[in-house]
């Protein structure tokens, strides 16, 4: 029996027939499976901005199919807008309002199946949340990337640039290298198109990760948000859940422990983003899958580093897109992958990679020539993360694996940015930046601005950073983060004063506070109880009830 039988089938329902019937649907409309469009279409989000387009496609797809689409839309932040100041707190507990929202859509109306079309940070794990919990057959339509800008004159004339190198454009206009005119002109064009920001982000390595674990239909990660082919791809996607819907794939057949290990594997060989260790275990707690963090540095340590995209490299996603895309890149780890996991479609993965070609292999290297010979993420633990830490290596030079320094210690990022733009941090110190983790914070803000201005400042491989917060896909350097326990919850970084000295040892995987287990539990003894910033509303429950970063940040 379909699902949306206890909805409109019988004489008892003559009420909610009614009521939809007012929506548009007919007698024969009752007798086909009903389908969520999940749109996270805003006129705020650039990602997000042609998403209203992609469902039309979606549901002419559903409706070619014998199905029957009813669109409703849910939230979705631009994490780029909400960086630097308190609205940063917001992005992370919206990735458990979306998945909220769309359960509570989807079981009060009964729906059959569901196509989720989203593009950037928080928006695509919440959505996988919510097909993971729900286990209805599902299907995702991933907005795609925006096209790099190439300025056509001045300082980066011919340098493809993505959103994040604004930044760069600030503190050169700071230094008078670059005047306000040209400021203004890589303000105004560095934002080509509709989509998410070119570089490997959160948005396109969530994007990636998806297709990688089975919830779409191959090439649909990488094809840019303004190409006609995206179009198409929508089209297919509305036939291809009418399909799934047929052949009863569920999530929950596609997303299994070995698609979760094909997703981590991916991660590393593209130096992903930082905030996968959150998401993905968060996607995989909703069907009781347990992903720790020693996965992640398991398969670090035997997937090396191939692709160099940015922040991690000089290429984008349209370059892994030309290279093959995803198909391309698990053609490249087929030794690697399970070749069984299953998709959608109906394909398994082994599949699709044989097929594949490898179109360009400066950008999908060979496993023997990698940038890196480990994986761009690697956990460290230590007596200052005793349930660890996340570093992007990917993004940390050679000289800063390494490094050694007293500590500089903020309780926000605000006071961190101050001090560096004061010029008050000096050479060889270590920032900590703390009450910054999910209940901390509350919302585990991304720390983008400070490891910015640190970058731009010129202390990028003479200063590390250390947080109990989070950080964009976009951060460069030795910048440590998901520090856990966070001191909110009275870990060891709440008791780090200043001029205490840190060591980081990324081959080792270490990080040190070089103080005696007694003297940390002493200070501990003596801190006073935590009070959460905020007092009400959706931020302070979240404070409340939001898991360690080293379990996903869920709301539990």
Known sequence: MKRSEKVVGGPLRVGHRAL?????????????????????????VPGHMHLKQLAYHVKMGIREKGGIPLEFNTIAICDGVAMGHEGMRAPLPSR?????????????????????????????????????????????VLGGGMLPFKPSYGRFKGREMTAIDVAEVFELMQRGEIDAEYAKYVEENI?????????????????????????????????PAAYSAKLRLALEAGRAVMDTYRQEIKPSDVLTEEAFENAVMVDMALGGSTNTVLHLP???????IKIPLDLFDEISRKVPHICGIAPGGEYTIFD????????????????????????VTGKKIGEIAEKAKIYDEDVIRPLEKPVHKEGGIAILWGNLAPRGAVVK???????????????????????????????EIREGEVIVIRYEGPKGGPGMREMLTATTVLMLSGMGESVALVTDGRFSGATKGPC???VSPEAAEKGPIAVVEDGDV??????KRSLEVKLSDDEIEERLKNLPEFESKVKKGCLYRYSRLASSADEGGVMV
């Not at 198909?327 to 996991?341: D, F, G």
């Not at 000289?399 to 560096?420: P, Q, S």
């Open 320 to 343: 892994l897109h030309q290279a093959g895309g995803i198909p391309a890149l698990l053609k490249r780890l087929e030794r690697l992958i399970n070749k069984e996991c299953v998709t």
């Open 20 to 44: 939809l019937r007012c929506a548009g649907l007919t007698d024969e409309d009752f007798e086909k499976p009903i389908v969520a469009v999940v749109n996270s279409w805003n006129e705020v």
């Open 480 to 482: 440590i983060g998901h």
């Open 96 to 140: 458990e309002t979306i998945a909220d929202s769309i359960e509570l859509m989807i079981e009060a109306h009964g729906f059959d199946a569901m196509v989720c079309i989203c593009t950037c940070d928080k928006i695509v794990p919440g959505m996988l949340m919510a097909a993971a919990r729900l286990d209805i057959p599902t299907v995702f």
């Open 282 to 288: 968060a996607i995989a707690n909703e069907l009781g």
């Open 393 to 423: 290596t990917a993004a940390v030079s050679k000289k800063m694996l390494k490094f050694k320094g007293e500590a500089r210690v903020f309780d926000k990022e605000e006071d961190a940015v101050a001090a560096i733009l004061n010029r």
């Open 191 to 223: 934002c080509t198109t509709a989509g998410a920001c070119a570089g490997m982000f959160t948005a396109n390595t969530m994007q990636c990760l998806t297709e990688v674990m089975g919830l779409t239909i191959p090439m649909m990660a990488t094809t």
């Open 502 to 507: 840190i060591e980081i040892d990324i081959p």
